[in-house]
Each structure stands twice: as structure tokens, then as C-alpha cells.
């Protein structure tokens, strides 16, 4: 690749902020949900959640509505998305929505757990966890989710041509154009879920791994042990 993955956020994301709701439910033919449900059930009961590169606070809200006792903090380095999330805030929300990089985060705050969805693939594993790690309370969980590229040949074919047809897609949502092509490259390039399953054991944690919609997507879920 030409760019490297941080590269592509801002040609990600600058102009895709007010359809992206509506668009990642149709383009992953409706997985996106089942796959945040996947992460809704690795959060364990506790009292603080961070989630990272939060977005339109797709996950945020359904964390808060799992937690709604719970302190939940959801940081995203696009503004033009926070501005999207922050129309979805009511007054009972117990959410703060801020304006950082998660590889430079700077908070006061730890956390009984830390999510994200769609991260890993643009950051540096070994940065991104230890960041995490100077914000998670001992023995707290990171749980992490992303695009990966599938094994099996069959379903690799199948993947390959569904991105063929959103690349022709984005003559007609022109916002996405460049996203439905260099998205799959990315997804080709990365390893992400082994470095960071390396990474997180480096540091301490137990990993499970779990692939999803036949290896299309991974969630690996981190438990720091005291």
C-alpha cells in the first residue's frame, strides 16, 4: 500500500460521517449489528467503559443502554462524526464523547473495560496497548473488533467480488468512492488480530480469540491478569 493505514482516516472518513449509519448496516449486510451484539456480551458488569474510535456511537449507545449505570467515555479523532453521535445524546445518557487520538489519549481516567470496532486495523498494536493499558483498571478487559480477511478460498472469492460491486457502487455514493477501494486492500494487508494477540500477551493478558461470519471479522478479547 501507498498510504500507510492512519494515512487513510481522514480519506475515510472527512466525508462519510452523516451516511455512515446507514451505510456499514447495508454494506456488511446487516453482520455489523450481529457483530456488536458479539462484543456486547464479552463486556463484563462493571461500572466504567471506554470505547475507542467510537464514531457515530453505534456501539457507545448500546453499551450505554446494556450499562445505563455505568461512566461511559467514547473517543473518536474525527470530528465530523462526534457531531453525529452527539445528535443521538439524551439527557439520561451517562456518555462523554471526545475529540482525541486513541494512540495519544490523555485521560484522568481508568476503565473496568476498553472496546472499540474497527480500530486495530489502522493502529499500531504496540502503541494502541499501551495506551489502553495506562487507562484500564487492574485486571480490566480490552476487546477489540475488526475486518479480517478471510481464509477459506471459497468465501475469499465471494469476498473478493462483493467488493468489486461496492467499488462500482461509489460511482453512485460518491462520498464512499475511495473507502470501497482501498478498504479491501487494507483488509488484505493487515494482520492486525495476531499482532495484537502477540502484543496483549506480551503485556500480561489472557486472549480469546473469536472468528466470525466465516472469518470475515475477529474479536479478540484481552483479560489483564493481576
Given amino acids: 500500500m501507498e498510504k500507510s493505514p492512519k494515512d487513510l482516516v481522514p480519506l475515510f472518513f472527512e466525508k462519510t460521517a452523516k451516511t455512515y449509519d446507514t451505510v456499514v448496516k447495508w454494506t456488511t449486510l446487516g453482520n455489523d449489528k450481529y457483530w456488536k451484539e458479539q462484543i456486547l456480551k464479552k463486556i463484563p458488569p462493571c461500572s466504567s467503559i471506554l470505547d475507542l474510535a467510537c464514531g457515530t456511537g453505534i456501539l457507545t449507545f448500546q453499551i450505554c443502554e446494556k450499562f445505563p449505570h455505568a461512566k461511559i467515555i467514547g473517543v473518536d479523532i474525527t470530528k465530523s462524526y462526534l457531531r453525529e453521535a452527539r445528535k443521538k445524546l439524551n439527557p439520561h445518557h451517562k456518555i462523554s464523547l471526545l ?25 499500531e498494536a504496540e502503541v494502541l496497548i499501551k495506551t489502553c493499558l495506562d487507562h484500564l483498571k487492574p485486571g480490566g ?36 468512492k475511495e473507502v470501497f477501494v482501498e478498504l479491501p486492500k487494507l483488509i488484505r494487508s493487515t494482520n492486525w488480530s495476531y499482532e495484537y494477540e502477540l502484543t496483549l500477551k506480551k503485556y500480561g493478558f489472557k486472549v480469546e480469540r473469536e472468528s466470525l461470519s466465516m472469518g470475515t471479522s475477529t474479536i479478540l478479547t484481552g483479560t489483564h491478569i493481576v
Fill in 99 to 123: 475529540n482525541q487520538d486513541a494512540e495519544k489519549l490523555i485521560l484522568k481516567d481508568k476503565f473496568d473495560c476498553i472496546t472499540s470496532s474497527y480500530i486495530s486495523k489502522y493502529c
Fill in 141 to 176: 478487559k480490552i476487546i477489540l473488533h475488526d475486518f479480517t480477511y478471510p481464509q477459506n478460498r471459497l468465501v475469499r472469492a465471494a469476498w473478493g467480488f462483493y467488493f468489486f460491486l461496492l467499488r462500482f457502487s461509489g460511482y453512485f455514493l460518491t462520498s464512499w
